[in-house]
């Protein structure tokens, strides 16, 4: 509440501030704020440590934080600060204050019992009549089940459900941005199952999944042991891998070769049984800073279907067109 007798001190940790005035509508703004869903924290414009020292922190603030009114009395915000917090954003917002501007931004701050949360907040000041910050009033959210909802949407929109490897979408950035890299040779290999259709047919598509999870676990080990490679499910049997590679011609077959021995090593448990399983796969490299996502794709397509019509479970190189070789 507001002491009448020293009117520029607030004496802040009683969190109903009915009492503060006798202007009703200044009552009902201090209950506001008291019993607001979001927290708030009040503190004096002293920036330069030991300051700012906090007045007044609402129910909310202690429910989100841990720690109570009244331990935080003769504290400042510092003590939600920790290895996590990014001194970049705290440097935005002291010199946001120094200013008398309004300040909006996030980070990482800690809790009394020292768990991380994200939290957002807005801060702005209450001046004096000279213009000069009096009081500092933050408004904060703790956003970390936001973030983590964001996060999951988006790795969701990249990973394909079924096999957990990154999808059409997430392909198609990481070749663009690939071949964006005009000193970089890049690899393509394009992979499919041998006779999928015959195995969803004949055992139903519950096998069929499982033959597309199988092979992926067997690809991926392959993959992950190649730096900068990012193996994605581009269509219902599809598979491509992307691969930077000095030496292209060689590197990228031994590549391929590898990848088509991982999943032809022995045969995939089903419900029903056990399926032997055998992919082909076609390879194309750029060989040109001027080659598209199309010249290559277009060359590795063409190289994946010698291998199909040549006997399949077998690994074939395109010949050139254009930017790929």
Not at 217 to 222: E, F, H, K, L, N
């Amino acid at each position: 509440m507001i002491d009448k007798e020293h009117p520029d001190s607030l004496s802040p940790f009683s969190l109903s501030l009915q009492s503060a005035t006798d202007d009703p509508t200044l009552r009902i703004l201090g209950e506001a704020v008291a019993s607001a869903y979001d927290a708030v924290m009040i503190t004096d414009a002293v920036l330069d440590s030991p300051g700012p020292h906090i007045v007044f922190v609402n129910a909310a603030f202690e429910r989100m934080s841990g720690w109570s009114a009244e331990e935080l009395k003769t504290l400042t915000p510092r003590v939600m600060q920790g290895p996590e917090t990014d001194r970049a954003t705290l440097q935005r917002l002291r010199a946001a204050l120094v200013v008398g501007e309004p300040f909006q931004g996030s980070t990482v701050n800690y809790r009394r019992d020292g768990s991380p949360f994200i939290m957002e907040w807005s801060i702005s000041s209450v001046k004096d009549e000279y213009g000069a910050p009096r009081y500092f009033v933050a408004v904060q959210r703790d956003i970390t089940a936001f973030r983590r909802r964001l996060a999951d949407a988006e790795e969701g929109a990249r990973t394909d459900a079924l096999t957990g490897l990154a999808n059409r979408r997430a392909y198609d950035a990481r070749l663009s941005a690939m071949l964006a890299q005009p000193d970089l040779v890049l690899g393509l290999l394009a992979m499919d199952i041998d006779r999928f259709k015959q195995v969803n047919d004949t055992y139903g598509h519950g096998a069929g999944d499982a033959v597309l999870i199988e092979v992926s676990r067997r690809m991926s080990r392959i993959a992950a042991a190649t730096p900068g490679a990012l193996l994605a499910r581009t269509g219902g049997e599809e598979f491509s891998l992307l691969v930077p590679c000095t030496d292209a011609k060689q590197s990228i077959g031994e590549l391929a070769e590898a990848v088509r021995a991982s999943v032809a090593a022995g045969p995939i448990a089903i419900d029903s049984g056990a399926l032997n399983v055998t992919i082909s796969i076609g390879v194309a490299s750029t060989t040109s800073p001027m080659a598209t996502a199309e010249m290559l794709s277009r060359a590795a397509d063409r190289a994946l279907y010698r291998a199909k019509t040549g006997g399949r479970n077998r690994v074939e190189v395109t010949v050139g067109d254009g930017g790929a070789a």
